[in-house]
């Protein structure tokens, strides 16, 4: 695969994983696992009031029964109580099938005690089947499978290396008319140059650092684009759109590649392959101004 492409792809799991909530979660889940193991997953959509029993997919050659979990709040109590519903549904329509359950959850962090604890009650309960907890690394697994089609297919169209390469001036004009959104506060001072430390400061994912890596090749072009296209003062207004749209997801505690994700957005990530590049050779601009995510404390960087 390009590795542009892989880059682009592996941060759309990256966003997918964080982002998805709910049956949003369980049919991307399900979907996943389908281009990752063809004939041998098999998705189960809920139809009427029989609902899915209990089974968003499940993967014939292991006996395995797959079951979702996205909360927006994820508890103790709420995730215990998600176990229980969802296995023993499980168990009282697959029982001839079922040797292996999995519980796939998106909390990135892993699972509490009490959760775990949990599980290894069920582990005792019915010895004869296997229980697993499922996240990030294990869907990833599933991700590192998919070929060029499947990611197509599953994630959409991404930038490839010769059209990061071939990037111009009037590429980046779609994504600067969109970001030029307000007047900046001229009592804001432009920060202080990023540091090395920056990506490590700020606990973003290789795979956020590899896309700002390749939009960083193209900073350059987007220099000039300000240089060149009328207000002087137009860099600063985007600068401050920016910094604004950061400090409100900063506020809300998420994590930082979920930041990423959503400021990928408000960049203009999306659409055609040669806009996402421009998008993200602007965001990379932004980002090595210090404009968004936060720069390394000074001793750190002194160390």
């Known amino acids: 695969m390009d590795p542009v492409s892989t880059a682009f792809y592996a ?3 990256k966003i997918a994983f964080l982002a998805k909530k709910g049956t949003e979660f369980q049919d991307w889940v399900a979907k996943l696992g389908s281009h990752a ?7 189960v959509r809920p139809y009427g009031k029989q ?15 797959f079951q979702c979990y996205g909360p927006e709040t994820p508890t103790d109590q709420k995730t215990i109580a998600k176990v229980n519903a969802d296995f023993e549904g499980a168990l009282a329509k697959w029982p001839e099938f079922m040797e292996r359950w999995v519980f796939v959850h998106n909390v990135s962090e892993g699972q509490p005690p009490a959760v775990v604890a949990h599980l290894d009650k069920l582990r005792a309960e019915h010895p004869n089947i296997i229980f697993e907890f499922w996240s990030e690394t294990e869907l990833l697994a599933w991700h590192i499978m998919l070929d060029d089609a499947r990611a197509l297919s599953l994630y959409g169209p991404v930038p490839t290396q010769q059209i990061a390469s071939g990037l111009s001036l009037e590429d980046l004009k779609p994504v600067i008319d969109v970001l030029e959104r307000r007047e900046p506060d001229p009592n804001d001072p432009l920060p202080s140059p990023p540091s090395a430390e ?6 973003l ?14 900073v350059r072009l987007v220099e000039t ?18 910094r604004d749209h950061y400090d409100k ?9 979920q930041i990423f994700s959503y400021l990928q957005k408000f960049a203009g990530v999306t659409g055609e392959p040669k806009r996402q590049v421009a998008a993200m050779a602007v965001m990379a601009y932004f980002f090595d101004r210090c404009d968004i995510f936060e720069d390394p404390d000074t001793e750190a960087v002194a160390s």
Not at 37 to 43: K, V
Not at 198 to 203: C, H
Request: glycine letters at 8%; hydrophobic letters at 40%; aromatic letters at 8%.
């Open 51 to 65: 609902g899915d029993w209990k089974c968003d997919g499940r993967q014939l050659s292991t006996g395995t029964i």
């Open 249 to 257: 997801l900063a506020s809300m505690e998420l994590e930082a590649d």
């Open 205 to 218: 994912s290789a795979e956020a650092a590899d896309l700002l890596r390749l939009g960083r090749r193209k």
């Open 198 to 203: 920056k990506l490590e400061k700020n606990a």
């Open 37 to 43: 193991l063809s004939a041998d997953f098999e998705i």
């Open 11 to 13: 941060q759309h799991f």
């Open 225 to 242: 684009y300000f240089k060149k296209a009328g207000p002087v003062e137009l860099g600063e207004k985007i600068a401050e759109a920016f």
